[in-house]
Every structure is written in C-alpha cells, then in structure tokens.
C-alpha cells in the first residue's frame, strides 16, 4: 500500500522487465505517480484500488485483473494501452462513490470493454485520449469527453448515462454511432456529431443542454421535470 503523506513515485525503469504487484491500494492524498518502465508493461495481477488521491500510472501498457476499484473523490489516470480483465467499480468505500477514472490511451480486455462487470455509483469516465478512438456503449454515470485531437465515436449500440455528459472544450470532439439517453445534464464545448441517431433526456429532476448542439432526434422523456435548452442551443 502506498499511503504516505507526500507525493510518492515509483520508478523501476531497468530493474525488471516488467512492474509486477499483486495486490495494489493507493491511499496517499497527495498522489501516486508509477512512472513508464521501458523494458515492460506495468501488471497488477489480483486487485488494484485507488482509495485517495491521484494514482497515475504512466506505462505504455497496463495490465489489471481482479479488480479496479476507484474511491470517493479518488482518480486513477491510465496514460497509455489500458486492459483490465477484473471488475471496474466505483463503489470501494462508504462514501459517496464518486471516484474518476481517466483513459488517456486505448482500452482493450479480453472479456468486455470496460472489464467484466462495471459499477457505475456515481463516479466519472474521462476519455481523454487523442482520436480516432472508441467510447463504449456502456452504463456510465458522469461521462466526460476530453481528447485533445481527433474524432471519438461511440460504438455502434446503445449508450446510457444516468448522470451528464459534458464535451469538454473546443478540442473536444464526438460522434453519435447509436441512441444514447442522458438522465443528467448535457454540455457541449466543443464539437458533437449526431449522424442518424436519436438522444433522449429522461431524467427525474430538470436537465439543462447547454452549447451550440445540433440533434437528428431529440426526445423529452423527463418524468418529473423540465428540460431547458440554452438560447445558443439548436
């Protein structure tokens, strides 16, 4: 467990081929760096949670099986190749479940796109990787689009966010490859692309689109509240 008091790195460039742990907790507030180990990936082999503070982990490849936990106000960072073979979650504590995991690489795992099971509480998925790339059709709670270059398509199947989608600033770019439903809010700062698909809000409390949105097909399925469009939305 690294739980000190200060930033902590961990730096195993030429001692291994790989950066090998088989349990992993990161519970230091002021974070975690794993720094890249050129001579192999970075493997976590029975569970790695993140209970405080930023873990970043900066490998090329990094390899999780059993489970990737994300605690209250945790974030883990995955700056290259992620494969997480385990159970992805959000809901390691008593809190309040709202952890960050953000992919600024590309995502692969041998059994579903985001890990055998995903427990969504009410955490946030930044993809914040360079495009073209895949947002997979998942459940998702906040959903956050933040690549810095390129196009980031959703995959052709149905997305659901029980919280809101934000597109996060004008780098940002992503298309719609399916219906979606946003129970949340909806900001768009920089460029979505609805091809033939339709988006519906079905929150139970009012949800705000803001920014300049073209839709093909909008649909109101708010069951107890109102859906307001900023003055700059079409």
Same mark, same amino acid.
């Given at each position: 467990?690294?739980?000190?008091? *200060?930033?902590?790195?961990?730096?195993?460039?030429?001692?291994?081929?790989?950066?090998?742990?088989?349990?992993?907790? &990161? $519970?230091?507030?002021?974070?975690?760096?794993? %720094?890249?180990? $050129? %001579?192999?990936?970075?493997?976590?082999?029975?569970?790695?949670?993140?209970?405080?503070?930023? !873990?970043? /982990?900066?490998?090329?490849? &990094?390899?999780?099986?059993?489970?990737?936990?994300?605690?209250?106000?945790?974030?883990?960072?995955?700056?290259?190749?992620?494969?997480?073979?385990?159970?992805?979650?959000?809901?390691?504590?008593?809190?309040?479940?709202?952890?960050?995991?953000?992919?600024?690489?590309?995502?692969?795992?041998?059994?579903?796109?985001?890990? =055998? #099971?995903?427990? =969504?509480?009410?955490? =946030?998925?930044?993809?914040?990787?360079?495009?073209?790339?895949?947002?997979?059709? !998942?459940?998702?709670? +906040?959903?956050?689009?933040? +690549?810095?270059?390129?196009?980031?398509?959703?995959?052709? $199947?149905?997305?659901?966010?029980?919280?809101?989608? %934000?597109?996060?600033?004008? *780098?940002?770019?992503? =298309?719609? !490859? !399916?219906?979606?439903?946003?129970?949340?809010?909806?900001?768009? +700062?920089?460029?979505?692309?609805?091809?033939?698909?339709?988006?519906? /809000?079905?929150?139970?409390?009012?949800?705000?689109?803001?920014? &300049?949105?073209?839709?093909?097909? %909008?649909?109101?399925?708010?069951?107890?509240?109102?859906?307001?469009? #900023? *003055?700059?939305?079409?």
């Amino acid at each position: 467990e690294f739980d000190g008091t *200060s930033a902590q790195t961990v730096d195993q460039e030429g001692t291994t081929d790989n950066t090998d742990f088989e349990f992993l907790k &990161a $519970s230091n507030a002021a974070g975690v760096t794993f %720094l890249d180990n $050129s %001579l192999g990936d970075f493997e976590v082999d029975e569970g790695l949670t993140v209970v405080s503070g930023t !873990a970043s /982990f900066q490998d090329a490849v &990094a390899h999780v099986s059993g489970t990737l936990g994300i605690g209250s106000g945790a974030t883990a960072t995955f700056s290259g190749a992620t494969d997480n073979d385990g159970a992805l979650t959000f809901d390691v504590d008593a809190g309040a479940d709202n952890g960050t995991l953000v992919l600024a690489g590309t995502v692969t795992d041998d059994a579903s796109d985001l890990g =055998t #099971s995903f427990t =969504t509480g009410s955490g =946030t998925v930044v993809y914040q990787m360079a495009g073209p790339a895949t947002i997979f059709s !998942a459940t998702y709670f +906040n959903l956050t689009i933040d +690549n810095p270059s390129g196009v980031l398509t959703q995959q052709a $199947s149905p997305l659901d966010i029980n919280g809101a989608l %934000l597109i996060n600033d004008a *780098s940002a770019s992503f =298309t719609a !490859a !399916a219906a979606m439903a946003i129970a949340g809010g909806f900001t768009n +700062n920089g460029t979505f692309t609805h091809g033939s698909q339709t988006v519906t /809000f079905d929150g139970a409390a009012d949800q705000t689109v803001t920014g &300049a949105t073209t839709f093909n097909t %909008l649909v109101v399925a708010n069951t107890a509240g109102k859906v307001t469009l #900023s *003055s700059n939305t079409v």
